[in-house]
């Protein structure tokens, strides 16, 4: 089985500094099957996973789409806020076969709700590089 890398998660203090940048990245609730985004924001500590959003028609400016992949060069934080508008989970994992985004309870296995791939959940996730079809 193919180990699964897991979001960082640091102090979970809110995210309150002007941002830099703001990215958008495709992400499944596997509990519930809805789309949804996940806002992160880059300020001088790096790279903030902000808030989620269900996946439908106007949630902002294409242009913070990534179509680039994300380095995580530094720990990344969670906002105290943050969780998957689904399921309210507070962890995302980016799958190892097809490197999406899903939400996960914390507990068991992690499945994929893209692709169904499972396996145990290990290290933390250095980059994510998805493209506006939420495949790489």
Aim: charged residues 25%; glycine residues 12%; contains cysteine.
């Amino acid at each position: 089985m193919q180990k699964i890398t897991i979001i960082n998660r640091t102090d979970g203090k809110r995210c309150s500094e002007k941002p830099i940048t703001e990215k958008l990245i495709p992400a499944k609730c596997k509990k519930s099957g809805v789309d949804i985004l996940i806002k992160l924001i880059r300020d001088s500590k790096g790279w903030c996973w902000k808030e989620t959003y269900n996946n439908g028609t106007g949630h902002g400016n294409s242009a913070v789409y990534s179509t680039e992949e994300l380095v995580f060069d530094v720990p990344q934080r969670t906002d105290d806020g943050f969780c998957c508008i689904g399921c309210g989970s507070k962890v995302f994992v980016k799958c190892g076969e097809c490197q999406q985004l899903t939400c996960w309870s914390g507990m068991g296995l992690f499945s994929c709700a893209y692709c169904g791939h499972k396996g145990d959940v290990s290290g933390s996730i250095k980059s994510i590089g998805t493209l506006l079809d939420g495949k790489k």
